[in-house]
C-alpha cells in the first residue's frame, strides 16, 4: 500500500507558475514511477506527467511538454511539478499516481494503469 498526498496548488494568474508536491508513505517509494494526472470539470483525468522510479526518464504531454517539469526525490519519498507559463486551459484537479509499470506503460494506459492515486489538489489558472 502506498499513500499519497498532494499540495501546491491554487489560485494563479495565467502566465504565472506553481509547484506541486507529491508526499508518498507506504511500500519502498522508490521503487515505482510515480505521474502527475488532473481531470478539468466535465472532462475525464488526464495523464500530465511520469518520472521513472531512478527519475532518469520523464515523458509528458504534448499540452505541457516545455512548460511543466516533472521531478522526484527518492530520499523524502517526494515528487514534484513545477508549473510554468500556466494558461486557463490548465485548470484542473492534478493528481498524483503510482504506476504499475515504467513510465511507458503509464504515458500509453494512462488511468487503467494507476496503482495508487492521492486526494488531489486544484490548480485555477485565471485569464
Known amino acids: 500500500q502506498v499513500q499519497l498526498v498532494e499540495s501546491g496548488g491554487g489560485l494563479v494568474q495565467a502566465g504565472g507558475s506553481l509547484r506541486l508536491s507529491c508526499t508518498a508513505s507506504?511500500?519502498?517509494?522508490?521503487?515505482?514511477?510515480i505521474g502527475w494526472f488532473r481531470q478539468a470539470p466535465g472532462k475525464e483525468r488526464e495523464f500530465v506527467a511520469v518520472?521513472?522510479?531512478?527519475?532518469?526518464?520523464?515523458i509528458y504531454a504534448d499540452s505541457v511538454k516545455g512548460r511543466f517539469t516533472i521531478s522526484r526525490d527518492n530520499a523524502k519519498n517526494m515528487v514534484y511539478l513545477q508549473m510554468n507559463s500556466l494558461k486557463p486551459e490548465d485548470t484542473a484537479v492534478y493528481y498524483c499516481?503510482?504506476?504499475?509499470?515504467?513510465?511507458?506503460?503509464?504515458?500509453?494506459?494512462?488511468?487503467?494503469?494507476?496503482?495508487?492515486w492521492g486526494k488531489g489538489t486544484l490548480v485555477t489558472v485565471s485569464s
Open positions: 507506504g511500500r519502498t517509494f522508490s521503487s515505482y514511477a
Open positions: 499516481a503510482v504506476g504499475k509499470g515504467g513510465p511507458t506503460t503509464m504515458k500509453a494506459g494512462g488511468v487503467t494503469v494507476v496503482a495508487y
Open positions: 518520472v521513472s522510479w531512478s527519475g532518469g526518464v520523464t
